[in-house]
C-alpha cells in the first residue's frame, strides 16, 4: 500500500443526526489521533449529544452510549460552532437531512438539496487551506457537480485568494442501518469512496484503514458512487414489497409466507436476507431514496424505468392500507368505539425513529374509522406519537383518539384486538395467557410481524391473525 502524503488531523461532520452522531463516534473510537468536531444548527440536539444523562442521547442506537462516553470531549466534540469547526478541519463530512422536496418544481419526489446547499456555501466561506469534502448524505446522481461548482464560485468571488483554499470533493455513502448502527460501522459489508483525485480517495480511505481491511474499500468514479446508494436502497425495498406482494397470495392460497421466504431464501442466487413479510417498509430513506431515483429517471427520459420503480413504492402504500382493512374486516367490520391495542410505533425494532414507520398510516387509517388506540411503544416519546399523528391525545369529545401505554397489559385490557406492528424483540415473550385474560372476547391478535408466540396466544383463546400464513 502507497503511503499517502495528506493526513487528515482534523473532522467535521455538518449534521448531527442518526448518521452523523454514530458514524463519528465510531471513526472517534477507531482513530484516537484524529480530532472529530459533529456540529449542528440545532441546539437542542447538541445539548442532547452533550448530556451527562447517557440515556437521553438524541439517537438511540445499541452500543452508541458506550462509546460516545469513552470518546466524547477527548477527540469527539458535539458543537454548534459550525464556521469555526469548518475553518480548523481538513476533512468535512456533509451528512445532513436531504428529504422529498415538499413544493416547487420535483414536489413529492426530487431530494430537496437546499440543507446540503446551505453546508456547502458555509464550507465555501470558512474552510482554510486543503480541505477534502465528503458527501454523506444520500444524494441524487451529479449533486457533486453542484457541490464543486459552490465551492469553486467562492473562490471566484473574492478578490484575494481565500485563505489559501483547496477543495476536493468525494462521495461515500452511508450504508448504516438503524437499529444496527454501531455494528455495521465497526465491521460494514463494504465502504463506498467515489472520487476524482486518488490522495483524497487515499485520506479517507486510510481512515477506514484503521479498523477495516482494504479489500473492503471500493474506488469508483463520484456518479457510480452517488448512483450506488440510491440502487442498494431501491434494491433492499423492492425485495421488502415482493416479499409482501407475496404474503397477500399466500393468504390467498394457503400458502405460508415464512415457508416461501426459506425455500427461496436456500437459493444463493436469491439469499435469504431482507425477506420478512410486515406491514411495508418505513424509516427515513427507502421511500425518499425510490422517489429520487423516480425523478431522475424522469429527467433522463427514462419514464418506463421511472414505473417499475414506482410500483414498489405502489405495493409499500397497498400493504399498508391492506392491514388496516383487515383489522376492521376481523373486528366485524368495524372499529368505531373499540379500543385496540398497538404494540410498537418505531419503524423497525431496536430504533426510537418513526420516520415514515407504517404505524403512522395504519394507525392513522384505524382512527379514521373510530377505533380508540393504545399504543405501546418501549422508545418512542409520546411527544413524536402525537406529531406523527397530528392530533391531541385522549380528545375527549370524539370517540375516536389514541393514547400511549406504559407497558402491553394496560394497553390491553378491554381491548378487542392487539396488533403487533413493529418487531421489538420482547414481543416474542408476551405471556399471551396473562394478557388475553383482561381482553375483552371475542379477542384478537393480529401479528403483522410474524413474531409472536402464536401457539401460546392461540391456546390463550386469542383468535390470531398472522401475515402471510393465516386468512
Ligand atoms: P437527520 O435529520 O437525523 O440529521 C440531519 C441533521 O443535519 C439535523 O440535525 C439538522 O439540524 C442538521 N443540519 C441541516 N442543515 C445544517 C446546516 N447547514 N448546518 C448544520 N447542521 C445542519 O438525518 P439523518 O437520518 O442523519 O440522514 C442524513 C443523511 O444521511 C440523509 O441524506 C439520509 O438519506 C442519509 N442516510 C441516512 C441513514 C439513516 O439510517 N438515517 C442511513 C444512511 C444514509
Ligand atoms: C436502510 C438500509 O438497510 C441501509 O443500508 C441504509 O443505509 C438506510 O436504509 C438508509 O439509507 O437510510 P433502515 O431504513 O435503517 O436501513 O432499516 P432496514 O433494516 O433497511 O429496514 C427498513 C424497513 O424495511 C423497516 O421498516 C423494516 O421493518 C422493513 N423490513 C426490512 C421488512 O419489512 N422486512 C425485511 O425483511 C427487512
Known sequence: MKENKFKVKTICCIGAGYVGGPTMAVIASKCPNIKIYVVDLNDERIARWNSNDLSDLPVFEPGLDKIVSQCRD????????????????????LSVNTPTKAKGIGAGQASDLKWIEASARQVAEFAEGKTIVVEKSTLPVRTAETIKQILSSSRKNSNEEQHNQEFSVLSNPEFLAEGTAI??????????????????????????????????????????????????????AQRVSSINSIAALCEATGANVNE?????????????????????????CFKKDILNLIYLCKFYGLQEVADYWEGVLKINTWTQNRISKAIVQKLFGTVS?????????????????????????????????????????PKVNPKQIELDLNIQSSCKESISSWNTSDSIIEAAIDSDAIVVLTDWEQFKYVNWEEVSSVMRSPSWLIDTRNIVNHENAISSGLRVWRIGIDN
Open 74 to 93: 477527548k477527540n469527539l466534540f458535539f458543537s454548534t460552532d459550525v464556521n469555526n469547526s469548518i475553518k480548523e478541519a481538513d476533512m468535512i463530512f
Open 183 to 236: 455494528k455495521d460501522l465497526q465491521n460494514p459489508d463494504r465502504i463506498l469512496i467515489g472520487g476524482e483525485d486518488e490522495s483524497s480517495i487515499e485520506a479517507l480511505a486510510e481512515i477506514y484503514q484503521n479498523w477495516i481491511k482494504d479489500e473492503k474499500i471500493i474506488r469508483t468514479n463520484l456518479w457510480s458512487s452517488e448512483l450506488s446508494k440510491l440502487t442498494a436502497n431501491a434494491f433492499l
Open 260 to 284: 416461501v421466504s426459506n425455500a427461496i431464501g436456500r437459493d444463493s442466487r436469491i439469499g435469504n436476507k431482507f425477506l420478512k413479510a410486515g406491514p411495508g417498509f418505513g424509516g427515513s
Open 337 to 377: 368505539g373499540k379500543k385496540i391495542a398497538i404494540l410498537g410505533f418505531a419503524f423497525k425494532a431496536d430504533t426510537n425513529d418513526t420516520r415514515e414507520s407504517s404505524a403512522i398510516s395504519i394507525c392513522s387509517n384505524l382512527i379514521e374509522e373510530g377505533a380508540n388506540l393504545w399504543i405501546y411503544d
